[in-house]
């Protein structure tokens, strides 16, 4: 069964700094890939996706994120954290069964010092 | 093109008590998705409405029941409310099909007590 791994449940970074977020996912095949971002109390907005093709995948807000098949890892980074970047970031994988539904990651809370 | 909205934002029920929760789809989307996000957690799937059927069931008990309109809107219903049913309930809607992203509204909360 497809499963997502977000190892930290927090990160702090300090404002400017890079970023850095995990993410393992267990899937036999090519997998359908997200991160999503969520402020207190509001529902996920995309930040990005990966469906095939370059491996590295450019989203809004100036983040990106790489797929590793041979790590099974797709990591979201940013080059200079914001404060305004402190939020709670979940990784997905898509199920390929008929429903295609969104496997979620438990989530990693972004912490930004000032 | 407007975006996923769900009604109330905000609700509190008593233990036992039915709950109805409404999600309208963005403009062009026939799939919509429902995800309960217990407080600390990911969103963990419910199930899916495709062309006004299931299509597709998480780990949910029976008395976690949905609807979707022919204008592809949706309800959740839950019956027999437990306090372990507290959370953030999510809607989400899409053109359907594996590649196809998913668009969220800002989700209901709901408090059993």
């Known amino acids: 069964a497809q499963s997502v791994t977000q190892p930290d449940i927090h990160i702090t970074v300090s404002e400017g700094a890079s970023l850095e977020l995990r993410c393992n996912y267990s899937y036999g095949a090519t997998p359908y890939l997200f991160w999503y971002v969520q402020s207190p109390g509001q529902g996920l907005q995309l930040l990005l996706k990966?469906?095939?093709?370059?491996?590295l995948v450019q989203g809004i807000k100036g983040f990106e994120a790489e797929f590793k098949r041979s790590q099974s890892s797709f990591n979201l980074r940013k080059p200079s954290v914001h404060w305004s970047d402190a939020a709670e970031y979940f990784c997905a994988v898509v199920a390929m069964d008929s429903s295609y539904k969104l496997i979620f990651g438990s989530g990693t809370r972004l912490l930004v010092r000032p | 093109e407007t975006g996923v909205t769900q009604s109330p934002t905000h609700l509190i029920k008593t233990r036992g008590q039915q709950v109805t929760l409404r999600c309208s789809s963005q403009?062009?989307?026939?799939?919509v998705s429902w995800y309960q996000q217990a407080l600390g957690q990911g969103p963990q799937f419910i199930f899916q409405?495709?062309?006004?059927?299931?299509?597709g069931r998480g780990n949910f008990p029976p008395r976690f029941s949905g609807l979707q309109f022919p204008n592809y809107s949706s309800e959740l219903n839950v019956n027999a409310l437990e306090l372990d049913d507290s959370a953030l309930y999510l809607c989400?809607?899409?053109?359907?099909?594996?590649?196809?992203?998913?668009?969220f509204g800002q989700g209901t909360r709901l408090t059993v007590v």
């Open positions: 989400a809607s899409s053109r359907g099909g594996e590649n196809t992203e998913a668009f």
């Open positions: 990966y469906f095939s093709g370059d491996t």
């Open positions: 409405y495709y062309r006004e059927e299931e299509n």
């Open positions: 403009s062009g989307h026939n799939t």
